[in-house]
């Protein structure tokens, strides 16, 4: 036996637990596989009957009449995902300044939320709370005659929209607007209406990103002026978004969001340090058609490179992630 010490040599020597894929197994720090039930996907719903159109800047992604919309979500409930997120497409001509069709209980959304709780009881079913697809303008709130997105009147609205598809039958109501005080005016309008069980997922921070665009497409819903930057937040800020967590969750939120994904696992990391409730990560579309287009192209194997992106989430402190891959996921656990 060799008795000699090099003191050259490391003491330490990490790639010891990196050696086998057993010894990997011991000092995993999460699970290496991905969980069908922590994804979420989201899915686009459009007026008409056997309707079904791809999202030119998101393929495999498409918008659906809600007859259309239940076969896919019978095809995705049998693959084990059993949460998604739904977006309305709203028809120009039921969109104004004032966003009323947002509250309207027959409107888009509330015929698509009873009609696939009617067919899927057990789905969790997750509803948008936000003017975007009502306005005119592409805003999250009405606006004044200088363009300045009103906050209160704003909130009032989302008020009426959020018991809307809470009485259709939502399970989680998520506004995402990012007006002031929308949690505890929304929370307090459950609670009189008996909706206590309703959860509200608050998109606490939502950042003003470029990585929207595709989204917008698929909504229909472009900015015809300025930008989101007067209520969503601004990517160079950390400490602003731990304060809108923090205030959401005393106003009542039960679930938190951070959104775009991927460009902000800090925040996901730094919600996770300051709130023992469940943060939800958004990747967006964005993200989706980066990695699309590169999988397309043949820059990346997509397979591992997807993963690879659910699993830094999960490391970084993520519950849940709503992501547009969900399906594809799903298939590729089979």
């Known amino acids: ?17 990196r050696q086998n894929k057993i010894i990997q197994s011991l000092n995993a720090e999460i699970s290496p596989i991905i969980e069908i039930s922590r994804l979420i996907y989201p899915v686009f719903v459009m007026e008409g009957q056997n309707q079904k159109t791809e999202i030119k800047s998101m393929p495999g992604i498409y918008r659906f009449s809600i007859d259309l919309l239940l076969k896919e979500l019978e095809e995705v409930y049998k693959l084990g995902l059993d949460k998604i997120a739904l977006f309305p497409v709203i028809e120009p001509n039921k969109k104004n300044n004032t966003a009323e069709e ?13 009609a696939i709780k009617k067919e899927f009881p057990k789905l969790c079913l997750i509803a948008d709370v936000a003017l975007d697809p009502f306005t005119m303008h592409g805003h999250d709130g009405i606006c004044d005659e200088k363009n300045y997105i009103l906050n209160d009147e704003t909130v009032q609205i989302l008020v009426k929209m959020a018991l809307c598809q809470a009485e259709a039958g939502a399970d989680i109501i998520a506004p995402s607007d990012m007006m002031d005080g929308r ?13 206590k069980n309703t959860l509200i997922l608050s998109y606490s921070a939502k950042y003003a990103s470029g990585f929207y665009g595709p989204f917008r497409e698929a909504l229909g819903s472009s900015l015809q002026f300025g930008d989101k930057t007067t209520y969503q937040l601004s990517p160079i800020n950390a400490c602003e978004a731990e304060k809108e967590i923090l ?4 106003e009542g939120a039960d679930l938190i969001m951070v959104k775009p994904g991927l460009p902000y696992l800090d925040i996901i990391y730094r919600a996770s340090q300051i709130s023992h409730l469940p943060i939800i990560a958004y990747s967006v579309s964005g993200e989706y058609s980066m990695l699309k287009s590169a999988a397309l192209n043949g820059y990346l194997d997509e397979r591992k490179a997807v993963e690879e992106s659910i699993l830094c989430f999960r490391r970084a402190g993520s519950a849940a992630i709503i992501t547009y891959y969900a399906k594809q996921l799903a298939l590729w656990q089979k």
């Open 1 to 17: 036996m060799q008795t000699n010490f090099n003191a050259s040599f490391p003491l330490n020597r990490p790639r010891r637990l």
């Open 102 to 114: 947002a509250y309207n209980p027959d409107n888009l959304i509330n015929k698509a939320i009873r």
């Open 183 to 195: 949690v505890l005016q929304i929370r307090e309008a459950l609670e009189k209406n008996n909706f």
């Open 247 to 250: 205030l959401d969750i005393n």
